[in-house]
């Protein structure tokens, strides 16, 4: 019976390995388009940016793979997920929408070669490519005619609630360097 637990344990850190340079893989890739396509400088790029997200009961840490930043106002949120990006959809919404004083109007959720690009204020999606992410110019542009629309206060718990949901079912649960035991 230990013996069969030993296997079990021994595939779960394969797969998360797998898992880990796959999820390193999508962020590489994602960057790479940003910095030599797309005309962003590291300076415009967060990279696994955290915030203190407040609920009544409890208060969390939560963090998103890139944040896009032009003239000090985010514009994008982008989540990076090697398998099921539908499935990280609402999570990268409800996170664009609760962690910051005003709505990031756009929120992304890419596997390093797809992308999904959503309007945060409509959760509608306005592309389904990389090659249709903005460019530095366009996003300058974008900025320049921002209207820092925070959440509605009633809809802002809701929203909230889901990126805690989504953070607390995140595997693994620590962050773990791409390397199986």
Excluded: H
């Excluded at 939560?62 to 032009?70: H, M, Q, Y």
């Excluded at 249709?132 to 609630?161: D, Q």
Aim: net charge negative; charged share 30%.
């Amino acid at each position: 019976m230990k013996d069969r637990e030993e296997i079990v344990q021994q595939k779960i850190r394969e797969k998360e390995f797998v898992e880990a340079i796959q999820l390193e893989g999508a962020r590489l890739n994602f960057w790479k388009i940003l910095t030599e396509d797309k005309g962003y400088s590291p300076e415009d790029i967060e990279v696994d940016p955290e915030f203190d997200l407040g609920l009544p009961n409890c208060e969390s840490k939560v963090s998103i793979d890139f944040i896009l930043t032009i003239s000090q106002v985010s514009y994008m949120a982008v989540k990076c997920s090697p398998s099921s990006m539908e499935s990280w959809e609402r999570y990268s919404i409800a996170f664009a929408r609760s962690v910051k004083e005003y709505q990031i109007p756009y929120a992304t959720v890419t596997d390093g070669e797809n992308a999904r690009i959503f309007d945060t204020l409509t959760a509608t999606c306005i592309a389904e490519s990389l090659d249709s992410l903005f460019s530095r110019v366009e996003a300058e542009n974008i900025v320049k005619n921002l209207a820092k629309t925070p959440c509605p206060e009633k809809r802002l718990e809701k929203e909230k609630r889901i990126v805690y949901a989504f953070e607390g079912i995140k595997c693994p649960t620590e962050k773990q360097s791409p390397e199986p035991r």
